[in-house]
């Protein structure tokens, strides 16, 4: 059985990513000087919107340590105060401040992105968004290879379900040799040469509307390329490191990825 003590279980409600978008809005203002008055604020925002903050005061708890954990803000211990010289009773840090500022786009409120992907796509995928998940949590404890590996196996799927519903549909061109390749052993990196060389009839014969078409290469066949390249580093016993900065990169990329795969299978499918 996995053991769920040592993960960090983000909250759901939407009341709960309220909250939490709250302590980045107070922390992003750059305001409060120490934890105490950092919460003081929390708790005026939240109930000048109408937020009950004793009943999930814990949760606020949580995801601010949860920041403290990968390194977006800083809090000295209280023995600290006994220095000649001030310093800081909380801290934003550079890296805290860029994640932040990047909202529902960066992974570090789990709560929030994945939320912001589900509201991408109307019926998302269980297993895609097992992956997902796992390649946010494995960025936010600083194993960036294993995010890596598993953002890879998240754009596979996606992949393999666009071959699906290209297999599926015998009028698009192409069809027959996608769907003799899922019968195999796929490979997915010769199983995507044939769906973006189908995809880029689709957009040549004028099936795909030209924003769906224009976006094959520039942002299909780029995004997936970017996921692939990190796994194929990520995967392999070699002695190639993956940055957070990468494996953060990919993670804020895939929801535009999932968005715009949903949007050409709808549009092959009707």
């Known amino acids: 059985m996995k053991d769920k003590e040592n993960t960090y279980n983000p909250p759901q409600?939407?009341?709960?990513?309220?909250?939490?978008?709250?302590?980045?809005?107070?922390?992003?203002?750059?305001q409060k000087d120490n934890v105490h008055n950092l919460f003081n604020g929390v708790v005026d925002q939240a109930q000048s919107g109408g937020i009950a903050f004793e009943d999930c005061g814990a949760v606020v708890l949580e995801y601010f340590w949860s920041l403290a954990r990968i390194g977006a803000v800083a809090v000295p211990g209280g023995a600290l105060d006994r220095l000649p010289v001030k310093v800081p009773g909380l801290l934003l840090?550079?890296?805290?401040?860029?994640?932040?500022?990047?909202?529902?786009?960066?992974?570090h409120n789990p709560s929030k992105y994945m939320s912001d992907v589900r509201r991408r796509v109307a019926d998302p995928?269980?297993?895609?968004?097992?992956?997902?998940?796992?390649?946010?949590?494995?960025?936010?404890?600083?194993?960036?290879?294993?995010?890596?590996?598993m953002l890879g196996c998240a754009c596979e799927r996606l992949i393999l379900l666009l071959a699906e519903t290209i297999a599926s549909n015998t009028a698009i061109p192409g069809s027959d040799k996608i769907d003799q390749d899922l019968k195999k052993r796929v490979y997915i990196s010769p199983l995507f040469d044939k769906i973006r060389s189908t995809l880029l009839t689709l957009k040549n014969d004028g099936t795909l509307p030209k924003?769906?078409?224009?976006?094959?290469?520039?942002?299909?066949?780029?995004?997936?390329?970017?996921?692939?390249?990190?796994?194929?580093?990520?995967?392999?016993?070699?002695?190639?490191?993956?940055?957070?900065e990468e494996a953060h990169s990919g993670l804020?990329?895939?929801?535009?990825?999932?968005?715009?795969?949903?949007?050409?299978?709808s549009e092959i499918t009707t």
Request: charged share 30%; proline share 3%; net charge negative.
């Open 252 to 265: 804020i990329l895939f929801p535009g990825f999932y968005e715009l795969i949903y949007k050409i299978i």
């Open 13 to 30: 409600s939407e009341q709960h990513i309220a909250l939490c978008r709250i302590v980045d809005e107070q922390l992003l203002a750059g």
């Open 211 to 244: 924003k769906l078409g224009d976006a094959i290469e520039r942002r299909l066949a780029a995004i997936f390329d970017h996921a692939r390249g990190l796994r194929n580093d990520s995967g392999h016993p070699t002695d190639k490191e993956v940055s957070s």
């Open 93 to 107: 840090t550079e890296r805290g401040r860029r994640l932040l500022e990047q909202g529902e786009k960066s992974p």
């Open 125 to 149: 995928d269980d297993i895609v968004l097992s992956y997902l998940s796992e390649a946010v949590e494995a960025w936010r404890c600083d194993l960036n290879r294993s995010s890596a590996v």
